[in-house]
């Protein structure tokens, strides 16, 4: 038995009253789901523990079949991993994103415009941290390049136990009182003023204010952790695994569970993706490349919600239904298998931000039908079948009973 998890980070989200009081998945056009609801399990799970905040790393932990509360040390320590960084027990990182901050106010009272900077390229952005590291890095205090906005400030010796504000939970909102606090908050505040001093006039920013994009004016210091550790996935499902992301929180996850990182040409971030490339590099890990269980991780409809754009987070849905669970039920056929597709959060596009809520899930196996009444993968429909999921690393053990 070969194992499939279709991950759409950020799929599931609230009725809009543009889409006709229908949700993402309601208004997409997803012939290929539709004909596996009334055969599978359809349901809705809870990935995000109760007083932990519903980020994409908590959230892929869980789906993945990893305990947060027990593995959990910091979103920004799985992408220090992912990115090769050294850490030592004492070092801490943060996540610092290139931002767009509005240019008349003082710090504390700019809106955050864009917490992505218009989703800038990564030759763009590897210029603008390498161009701050001379004004930064010194003993205590390490930049690193990443992706795009993603990247990575390294504190040596340093602590945890800091407020510190996602920023895309303020889309669209004064910063006031989502600044740094904490042991190092000035240093850290401090350090992102300085950053917008040095950004504001950077050649790279004036060119694409005059291209009409947004500039990355700023970083902003978040997601601070230590190194993590988790449980070898091998070790515990005794299944050969792999992991294929843009996103290098999930690539890290991948890492430190030992499963293999799968690279596909075409992979980004956001809904230019190539959703076909990643489906046939998954069927071909498990037909002849020697993996039983593949985590298809995409990241495009969460992009999407962050932005608060419903045209293209369903039109994200429906190239996850046609090029990807197409994709995979055609490669896959003759072969058993079973499939898992789900978010690991809701992103709605009107709150532009991850919630709590439970999440719509589906599983399909081309050896057994598991039909629980479900006649759509909706999250009215997961609901009506009264299937629930209290943790999210169940969702693992249900998929992988199936053999």
Avoid: Q
Wanted: overall charge negative; charged content about 25%.
């Amino acid at each position: 038995m070969k194992y499939l998890v279709v991950l759409g980070d950020g799929m599931a989200d609230k009725k809009l009253k543009e889409l006709g009081g229908k949700t993402c998945l309601e208004a997409a056009s997803t012939p290929n789901l539709d004909r596996l609801a009334p055969h599978s399990e359809v349901g809705l799970c809870k990935t995000v523990p109760d007083g932990m905040k519903p980020g994409s790393d908590v959230a892929n932990m869980s789906v993945l079949g990893f305990d947060p509360k027990k593995f959990y040390t910091g979103r920004s320590p799985l992408e220090a991993v992912s990115m090769g960084i050294e850490l030592s027990p004492t070092d801490v990182t943060l996540r610092c994103n290139l931002v767009t901050l509005s240019e008349d106010e003082p710090y504390g009272e700019k809106i955050m415009k864009d917490y992505s900077a218009g989703e800038i390229t990564t030759a763009e952005a590897r210029e603008l941290i390498e161009f701050l590291k001379k004004s930064f890095d010194d003993e205590k205090f390490t930049l690193y390049p990443g992706i795009s906005y993603r990247h990575c400030l390294v504190v040596k010796d340093g602590v945890c136990g800091h407020t510190l504000t996602p920023p895309h939970d303020i889309s669209d909102r004064p910063v006031t009182g989502h600044l740094p606090k904490g042991e190092c908050g000035e240093i850290y505040l401090d350090m992102m003023k300085k950053s917008y001093e040095l950004l504001k006039d950077h050649p790279v920013n004036i060119k694409r204010i005059k291209e009409g994009k947004n500039p990355a004016n700023s970083i902003w210091l978040w997601g601070e952790g230590t190194k993590p550790a988790i449980d070898g996935f091998y070790e515990t499902r005794r299944l050969k695994g792999g992991i294929i992301s843009a996103v290098d929180l999930v690539r890290g996850i991948g890492m430190l569970a030992g499963m293999e990182l799968i690279d596909v040409p075409g992979a980004t971030g956001d809904y230019r993706t190539d959703f076909a490339a990643k489906a046939n590099a998954a069927c071909d890990k498990l037909l002849s490349g020697g993996l039983d269980y593949v985590y298809i991780h995409m990241e495009a409809a969460d992009e999407c919600g962050h932005h608060g754009d419903h045209v293209h987070k369903v039109y994200s849905v429906e190239k996850i239904d046609k090029d990807v669970v197409g994709t995979i039920l055609k490669r896959m056929e003759g072969t058993p298998f079973a499939m898992l597709v789900c978010p690991d959060h809701p992103t709605p596009c009107a709150l532009k931000t991850h919630t709590s809520d439970p999440i719509p899930y589906l599983i399909y196996t081309n050896t057994a039908d598991l039909s629980n009444g479900a006649a759509r993968y909706t999250e009215d429909e997961a609901a009506a079948t009264g299937e629930y999921l209290p943790e999210g690393r169940l969702l693992t053990d249900r998929l992988l009973k199936i053999c």
